[in-house]
């Protein structure tokens, strides 16, 4: 069975410019969940999604933005780019809906560079 | 005050050694814990999950769970060299996310 896959996995911008991530989740899982990962603020939760509409929204400003499709498939956009959005960005899926009890699978994560 | 706070190492040990890794987190009301492993240029893998008090082995790990302290532990036992990797304690928060710790990395010696 595959796994979470995302993609890109390397990619660099410049400030200013907006970025679009991918990602696919395990056949079958309809929840997806984003997270931004630094070596300063660790794993935070941006968003997640299931069954196309957002459930749930961290605490991250409005140039974060993302969607699910009707395949489970999900996209997240990052406008603006600012130097401090340079990070690893994590997608996880989840075999029952709920992104709270643990059982998150995640993908390699998209690792942004902003210059 | 941070909802979960985890020491972030870096934690060497040789192989064979017992490691114990620790988060402490805020909310009482918090009630799934759960311990993720990082490999280096990898996504976090489950490792470990609990919803209860007490202790839940899975062959050479332990969690641990005290909700009157509100204090997570993971024992590893015979420590070996493919441990070695970032270990991230996560509670299942009230916003329908995981609220992580900011991961300790291990590394284990031959």
């Known amino acids: 069975k595959a796994g979470v896959t995302q993609t890109p996995r390397y990619l660099i911008k410049t400030r200013g410019q907006q970025v679009t991530l991918s990602c696919s989740p395990i056949?079958?899982?309809?929840?997806v969940s984003w997270y931004q990962q630094t070596p300063g603020q660790g794993l935070q939760f941006l968003f997640e999604y299931f069954s196309e509409t957002q459930r749930n929204k961290g605490n991250f400003p409005g140039r974060f933005s993302g969607r699910q499709f009707s395949n489970s498939r999900s996209e997240m956009n990052v406008s603006t780019l600012e130097l401090g959005d340079s990070a690893l960005y994590l997608c996880a899926s989840s075999r029952n809906g709920m992104a709270n009890t643990g059982e998150l699978f995640f993908g390699e994560g998209s690792r942004l560079t902003v210059l | 005050q941070k909802e979960v706070e985890q020491d972030p190492g870096p934690l060497s040990v040789p192989e064979g050694a017992i490691v114990s890794l620790n988060c402490t987190y805020s909310?009482?009301?918090?009630?799934?814990f759960m311990w993720y492993r990082q490999y280096s240029r990898k996504g976090p893998e489950l490792l470990m999950y609990?919803?209860?008090?007490g202790n839940k082995e899975d062959g050479r790990f332990t969690a641990q769970v005290d909700k009157s302290s509100k204090y997570i532990s993971l024992f590893i036992r015979d420590s070996q060299p493919s441990d070695s990797a970032t270990y991230l304690c996560a509670i299942g928060g009230s916003q329908g996310n995981l609220i992580f710790g900011k991961g300790t990395k291990l590394s284990v010696k031959p």
């Open positions: 056949s079958g899982h309809r929840s």
């Open positions: 609990t919803y209860s008090s």
């Open positions: 909310n009482s009301a918090f009630q799934y």
